[in-house]
């Protein structure tokens, strides 16, 4: 069994990177804070901060529904196609986030292990 000993001094680079990320998650989180007064922005950047929440999804979720493993999806069977119309349609339909979910993972999970899609 090894042992994990940190000696001549090589604590100190990993406390360094640390403390480090410690003060800029710190300054990044609390930047919007520190002004004494609300900081002026233009009428048309905030109208753009309106759509980065739904920018933000899409751009985590379209590469898990088009791409596998770094390339486009080659074929259109593919389990994450059927459910991601299901969810979208009843989405759509009653506006509820559980149910979205709950019928994306009711199609998925079907084609994906009973078929192996």
Do not use: C, N
Not at 12 to 22: F, R
Not at 61 to 76: D, K
Not at 77 to 100: E, I, K, N, S
């Amino acid at each position: 069994m090894t042992s994990f000993v940190l000696t001549d001094g090589a604590w100190v680079q990993p406390l360094l990177a640390i403390l480090g990320l410690a003060v800029i998650t710190l300054v990044t989180r609390a930047f919007f804070m520190l002004p004494q007064r609300e900081l002026p922005l233009p009428d048309w950047f905030r109208r753009g901060l309106k759509y980065a929440p739904l920018a933000a999804l899409t751009a985590v979720i379209a590469p898990e529904i088009f791409m596998t493993q770094g390339a486009l999806l080659a074929t259109w069977q593919d389990a994450r196609w059927p459910a991601v119309l299901g969810a979208t349609a009843y989405y759509f339909w009653r506006r509820g986030m559980l149910g979205t979910i709950a019928v994306g993972m009711a199609v998925y999970l079907p084609l994906h292990i009973g078929l192996g899609w």
